[in-house]
T-cell receptor
Framework: KAGVTQTPRYLIKTRGQQVTLSCSPI?????VSWYQQTPGQGLQFLFE???????NKGNFPGRFSGRQFSNSRSEMNVSTLELGDSALYLC?????????????FGPGTRLTVL | AQKVTQAQTEISVVEKEDVTLDCVYE???????LFWYKQPPSGELVFLIR??????QNEISGRYSWNFQKSTSSFNFTITASQVVDSAVYFC?????????????FGEGTQLTVNP
């Protein structure tokens, strides 16, 4: 079974631009979660989608948004980029999205904001 | 609120040494799940183990073993006879009803370097 895939793997943007990241979950997984990893803040939860609905949201500004499609693929969008948005963005998928589930992570998208 | 603490920021050992990575957690949930993930330089978080709060049996998988002690809220990870390929950042994580869904609360991570 193929793992979680994320595209693109690397991105360079400038301040003020917007960016869209994509995540394809493991086949059969319906829950997709997004995490931001930075050296200063560590791994922080952004949001979780299940059956095309945002079910859980972390403490991030409204510039961070996401969506999930009927095939469970998910996209994450960051508008009006700031230097502090430079990070590794990790996507994880699980079967039903409850606390009993194990989340499996993709390779991440490394975003650099100049 | 849930919290995971990994007090060891960096550990450096010589190949074949045993090494233990500490993890202490806080949660108000009575049912919760603990995880360990490995992050090699490539960046992907690799799942290692999941343990639920009702199962305090220690687990061994090859050179890896885990010691879950509910009384001290700890879930420590030991690598026996370490190898260079074990070099990575290791994260302990927690999920439970307090945060709903499968949201993970991660510790700060421990950078393990195994020298030849």
């Amino acid at each position: 079974k193929a793992g979680v895939t994320q595209t693109p793997r690397y991105l360079i943007k400038t301040r003020g631009q917007q960016v869209t990241l994509s995540c394809s979950p493991i086949s059969g997984h319906r829950s997709v979660s997004w995490y931001q990893q930075t050296p200063g803040q560590g791994l922080q939860f952004l949001f979780e989608y299940f059956s095309e609905t945002q079910r859980n949201k972390g403490n991030f500004p409204g510039r961070f948004s996401g969506r999930q499609f009927s095939n469970s693929r998910s996209e994450m969008n960051v508008s009006t980029l700031e230097l502090g948005d430079s990070a590794l963005y990790l996507c994880a998928s699980s079967t039903g999205g409850v606390s009993t589930d194990t989340q499996y992570f993709g390779p991440g998208t490394r975003l650099t904001v100049l | 609120a849930q919290k995971v603490t990994q007090a060891q920021t960096e550990i450096s050992v010589v190949e074949k040494e045993d090494v233990t990575l500490d993890c202490v957690y806080e949660t108000r949930d009575t049912t919760y799940y603990l995880f360990w993930y490995k992050q090699p330089p490539s960046g992907e978080l690799v799942f290692l183990i999941r343990r639920n709060s009702f199962d305090e049996q220690n687990e061994i998988s090859g050179r890896y073993s885990w010691n879950f002690q509910k009384s001290t809220s700890s879930f420590n990870f030991t690598i026996t006879a370490s190898q260079v390929v074990d070099s990575a950042v290791y994260f302990c994580a927690l999920s439970g009803k307090e945060t709903s869904g499968s949201r993970l609360t991660f510790g700060e991570g421990t950078q393990l370097t195994v020298n030849p």
